[in-house]
């Protein structure tokens, strides 16, 4: 499975150079529907899952919400913006509670802590950002020995996961108890592929049958929820908890909120702190989540149906191919014809048109990532910068 390495993308393309670029960027930002207004002169960007703001823009934000209505700090997490924005996680994901986490990794590590209690066992996706991304912490930190299935897939099945946990007693002399199972959707090193409804539904009615509690990884459950048409409070009902990352389409510069019934998430509090996770004020992330929850799935709906719109343009055009992935949300595959010169088109969009997108690989193929900046432009402003980009 290909994917784009987020840390290096900004390395190898001209978009380290941006910041210097928009100053002299014309006005392009239109207000988005329901909800904030684009930042001036913001461009169009075919990659992640939603704005990421500069200092300056996050601090216009800001000023907006409070000149509306008074930003009210919290106090080590409690109180304020954070705790209105817990409350309506906990409304959205239809959990008895929500908690405000410093970032997704400690809320996947401290959730499946819990649920697991004394149990050893975690069955994770061999993909999964947990496995795979969170440096062995359940390992080295919580004692957890993680069980991964299905590699190279998004995910495993649940007749994958029974075969597994039922063929243990013939595979092991000793027993030990299996604490948790863990399900990422959707999953970002399967370039944002969702797991199917009807095997979430398997594995969360198995799991239940086995009183085996389950965990889901829902940093951009939006995107799936968006591309699906599934609600989020259903995705979550399948799950005991679940994680939402506040920064990947948010706009927040970190965070995270956990999400649970209330005996799972009263235990939390102590365990951040013992992890060095309880910071004096986390208000400038709650705020800012708070400001672009609203409107935030009409505004994704919005980007869908733009997206789709500029992508069957550019599928008219010669030499252009734009493809969507099975089972697949925000991330489309883009092929150029072999005569055309991908990295001079790639750069002209940016320089001229203030349209972003990943460079194109040695067979002139990357991937485009629909978010909420497609609302930046309209969409024959964006057809048309692409055909004269090829012109």
């Not at 960007?45 to 000149?67: A, H, I, T």
């Not at 209505?69 to 924005?85: F, K, M, Q, W």
């Amino acid at each position: 499975m290909s994917s784009i390495n987020r840390r290096n993308f900004l390395k190898s393309t001209s978009l380290a150079a941006l910041p210097s670029l928009l100053p002299l960027a014309p006005a392009l930002a239109a207000p988005l529907t329901n909800g904030p207004a684009a930042p001036t002169g913001a461009p169009v960007k075919f990659f992640g899952d939603g704005e990421m703001f500069s200092p300056g823009d996050y601090l216009q934000q800001l000023q907006q919400v409070q000149s509306a209505t008074v930003i009210v700090p919290d106090r080590y997490g409690n109180g304020g913006a954070v705790e209105a924005l817990e409350k309506q996680f906990a409304a959205i994901t239809g959990k008895e509670k929500a908690i405000y986490m410093p970032s997704g990794t400690l809320a996947n590590q401290l959730a499946v802590a819990v649920l697991s209690g004394g149990n050893t066992k975690v069955f994770v996706p061999d993909e999964s950002h947990y496995f795979r991304d969170e440096a062995d912490a359940a390992q080295s930190v919580f004692q957890k020995r993680l069980m991964p299935l299905a590699k190279g897939q998004a995910c495993f099945t649940a007749q994958q996961l029974q075969s597994s946990i039922e063929g243990l007693p013939q595979e092991e002399v000793f027993s030990s108890g299996i604490g948790a199972v863990l399900v990422e959707n959707p999953v970002r090193r399967a370039d944002g592929r969702m797991v199917p409804l009807e095997e979430i539904k398997k594995i969360s009615a198995y799991c239940r049958s086995k009183n085996i509690k389950l965990h889901l990884d829902g940093a951009r459950i939006y995107m799936a929820s968006a591309w699906s048409g599934v609600s989020i409070k259903e995705y979550a009902s399948y799950f005991d908890t679940v994680y939402i990352s506040l920064y990947k389409y948010l706009g927040a510069s970190g965070g995270a909120i956990l999400c649970g019934d209330k005996i799972v998430i009263d235990q939390m509090p102590h365990l951040i702190k013992i992890h060095g996770g309880n910071m004096y004020g986390n208000w400038l992330n709650a705020a800012m989540a708070l400001h672009r929850l609203e409107g935030t799935e009409s505004r994704l709906q919005e980007a869908i149906k733009r997206a789709n719109t500029v992508f069957a343009a550019l599928n008219k055009m010669k030499g252009v191919k734009v493809s969507a992935l099975d089972n697949g949300t925000n991330i489309y595959n883009l092929t150029l014809a072999k005569e055309i010169d991908g990295k001079k088109f790639q750069e002209t969009l940016n320089k001229q048109y203030h349209i972003l997108m990943p460079p194109p690989n040695k067979d002139n193929q990357t991937k485009l990532s629909v978010n909420e900046t497609l609302l930046y432009q309209d969409t024959d402003t964006i057809i048309n910068a692409f055909k004269n980009c090829l012109s």
